[in-house]
């Protein structure tokens, strides 16, 4: 049986969702503290502190949430929030282990459009489940001025990783986006279209029959309530979230400087799989692709084929994989990293990633992918200002929420 | 002025150069023991060690030397031998470091078409001086059946590196070898065609006149004699001089398994620069290319463009860059890891490579790649079985050869 959140939580987020432009970590931090419930009768009070009221602004006079969660479900749409079980909480922990590291004063943080906060909620519209369908999921990106290759070999790699039981995240533009849903489409396959305005709004409206095939297997997903315009900012925000609803992430075409490598620079911060497709050296929609791939320290890897992709997020799927399946041996199904990070955890006060990456001898990056697990298991626990191995006298197993 | 072998040296190496297939590390440890007057001496008369002498076999009885000399004389070619001052001694160090590690038992040494050996001679056919032209070069190669794409590419690159300076070396095969020849001669750069027949004949016939071409500005060179025929094996034992005259090998065009691909592992092997240039995941004549640069162990670099290729042999290039310029100082202009790898060279007994990668803490290419640089600077020889420091009684300088 799932859990749903209440109806206070509900109205409170989806309050948030319209009044607060996503991506601000002041606001995440807000919330987090005091509750959804609390955050949102503060702000509607002009009482938050004023860093955060201050980004609410004028639209704390407003509050249409009532109108939004209607308008939602008259289109078949519902909002997400963390409370509730289908909240994909462990595939976007690794946004709260990044939000974390944000620096508290505002002159030292990250622009919005770059900084890796997580959602508030999320406004998603179709059948299937968020948690299940981005568990096993790959996002391919790229240009929106494609060329015929690039469409080609996106939809190739789409059908391929459908046919194989993956689900395929993407945005909704023209190009490479409408080709990599197009692809998994074909092969019966679900998609998930993250937007960077209403789940209730086709935009590019030539897509709303490709919106429409997609609903029919998959969902459209979004921060923003029903209505919500398309905003340019708002694009460069959302790409983090396609970043982290995934696995790994593919950049299929890229121009130099292009929007799919900030997806792919995103997915890299929060430790997913980077990789890319080459493709001919005298198309200018590669050359972004071949600079992330010459970029050694970025460790992005050359992937031709859907095969190739799944060996890339297969291996952190081993990780990952089925924690459910052998309850009582934790520990034997570790990984090696992540036996040492969880030896690397003291036992009192906790200590961030960054800590327990000198201690373990890896990379913050390999901690931040494997404290997940380990939290799952219920191995460690975050303090509020770091991570320690949870107190023995607390039952192992997986947490009420 | 520049120094040249006696007749007799030339005479004993020519007939060596159709007697012996090269590639054999038992035959050249022979003649470097003995020096290549007795060597031919002794295979002449049957007293070669029995292992030796069955390599060579019934050519033991032939003696065309004299005559292969003045075939080669009549087509404008000659042969160039280690004791010339035109050997490209520093560039083919790195074959006789390689060839130090095959092993003496004949049972747990690599193929002769797979060992890295150095020449015992070279035939060469045009107006330059081999060393000189070798000095800057990258190798280009690819596959015989190219597609429009690598060919173009092959010749734009070879036509950019060509204007900066850099000789062109490659096979003279169809495909991309001839299109890398086209693209830097028609930048009036000279190329070299490294070929696995006789300099004299033009294998394939109908480049004959790219052959004519590459000569005006260029060199055709062969470790076989004047007529010696094109056997298949004789290109797999070629390869490995493409690698070793260049200071990086540039894989544009290759199928799965292809032959540009095991030049491209020698390349690796004798630490020189390996790069591959990207195709459409769809062309099969990229996928050798992808593989390679899929393969992170290899550490091979994706280029795609003149100028990344340069950025790659120019990091070699530092290292051995015009040592005469400042030959009082030494130890100023070495690498950090040249440094490290002085640092870890004994004093009295020599040890080898893979000794000194561990005590200096670097790999074993990193050695192989700073040994000629010190030897140059005279600051450590090899003792017959391993590397020291020169003893300080020793004048430091070129040392006459």
């Not at 509730?84 to 002159?107: M, N, Y």
């Not at 997580?118 to 299937?128: I, T």
């Not at 089925?322 to 003291?346: E, F, I, N, Q, Y």
């Not at 201690?359 to 494997?370: K, Q």
Request: proline fraction near 7%; charge should be neutral; glycine fraction near 8%.
């Amino acid at each position: 049986m799932s859990a749903a959140a209440g109806w206070d939580v509900r109205l409170a987020r989806a309050w948030l969702s319209r009044a607060v432009e996503p991506g601000s970590v002041d606001v995440w931090r807000f919330v987090q503290r005091v509750g959804p419930v609390d955050a949102h009768r503060a702000l509607r009070r002009g009482e938050a502190p004023p860093a955060v009221q201050a980004l609410v602004g004028k639209r704390a006079a407003e509050d249409v949430s009532a109108d939004d969660l209607l308008r939602a479900e008259r289109c078949g749409a519902r909002l997400v929030v963390p409370e509730d079980d289908e909240w994909p909480a462990l595939t976007l922990h690794c946004l709260t282990l990044a939000a974390h590291d944000i620096p508290v004063e505002r002159r030292d943080q990250p622009d919005r459009t770059q900084a890796l906060v997580p959602p508030l909620a999320l406004w998603v519209r179709g059948d299937r489940g968020l948690d299940e369908l981005v568990d096993r999921s790959v996002a391919l990106v790229g240009s929106r001025a494609s060329t015929a290759y690039g469409e080609h070999v996106a939809a190739e790699l789409a059908h391929g990783l459908g046919e194989r039981g993956w689900t395929i995240v993407s945005g909704g533009a023209f190009g490479i986006d409408a080709a990599a849903h197009r692809g998994a489409l074909a092969a019966g396959a679900p998609t998930v279209a993250v937007l960077a305005c209403g789940v209730d709004r086709a935009y590019p409206h030539s897509h709303s029959a490709l919106f429409h095939r997609v609903l029919e297997e998959g969902l459209l997903v979004s921060e923003w309530p029903p209505g919500c315009a398309p905003l340019r900012h708002r694009f460069l925000v959302r790409n983090r979230l396609i970043a982290a609803l995934t696995r790994g992430t593919v950049v299929v075409e890229a121009a130099a400087r292009s929007g799919a490598l900030a997806t792919g620079k995103r997915a890299r911060d929060l430790g997913r799989q980077v990789m890319a497709l080459p493709g001919p050296v005298t198309s200018a929609m590669s050359v972004g692709c071949h600079e992330l791939l010459r970029d050694t320290e970025r460790q992005v890897t050359l992937v031709t084929t859907a095969a190739e992709v799944l060996q890339q997020v297969g291996r952190l799927g081993a990780d990952l994989a089925d924690p459910a399946a052998r309850p009582g041996s934790a520990l034997d199904s570790l990984s090696d990293v992540a036996r040492r990070v969880l030896d690397a955890c003291p036992v009192r006060t906790g200590v961030p990633p960054e800590r327990l990456a000198t201690i373990a001898g890896c990379e913050v990056v390999d901690v931040l992918r494997v404290l997940p697990v380990l939290e799952l298991h219920d191995l460690v626990e975050w303090t509020g200002t770091g991570w320690r191995v949870t107190p023995p006298d607390r039952p192992r197993g997986r947490r009420p929420r």
